[in-house]
């Protein structure tokens, strides 16, 4: 059986389109990759964007709160531990010397956090308590 020779004219153009094939491949491969990354960044920034106004509108909410007289005097007596004229505050010691504030809502606060204890209460602990090393 006899070989057959390829033609040399459908040679050159395989060779001929295999390199166009390559040259392409070098050209995009760059801008592709680069269109994807940006894609991924632009979907990253949208999640951002939409964090963001969430945190926007729960702030907005908390400041329209704060706008309500009786939030305020709420707060004043939960946080502060003040009190309207004529109304006293009733404030529990236990055993080992904490105090624990009562609220209108619940009795007596939670003790496990500083939040607990009024301002005043925070303040003379901080001076009152010697730093570590310190005696």
């Not at 153009?13 to 995009?28: E, H």
């Not at 940006?38 to 106004?53: F, M």
């Amino acid at each position: 059986m006899a070989r057959r020779r390829a033609d040399p004219g459908t040679v050159r153009r395989f060779i001929t389109m295999s390199a166009l094939l390559a040259v392409m491949l070098v050209v995009l491969t760059p801008t592709l990759r680069s269109y994807l990354q940006q894609r991924s960044e632009i979907a990253e920034l949208k999640r951002e964007k939409v964090a963001g106004q969430q945190r926007v509108d729960a702030l907005t909410a908390e400041r329209k709160r704060w706008d309500d007289p009786a939030y305020v005097k709420q707060q004043a007596q939960e946080r502060l531990g003040y009190a309207m004229p004529g109304k006293s505050i009733t404030v529990y010691v236990d055993d080992a010397g904490a105090t624990h504030a009562t609220t209108p809502r619940n009795g007596v606060t939670d003790a496990t956090g500083l939040s607990s204890h009024p301002w005043y209460g925070q303040i003379w602990g901080s001076i009152s308590t010697p730093a570590e090393g310190e005696k």
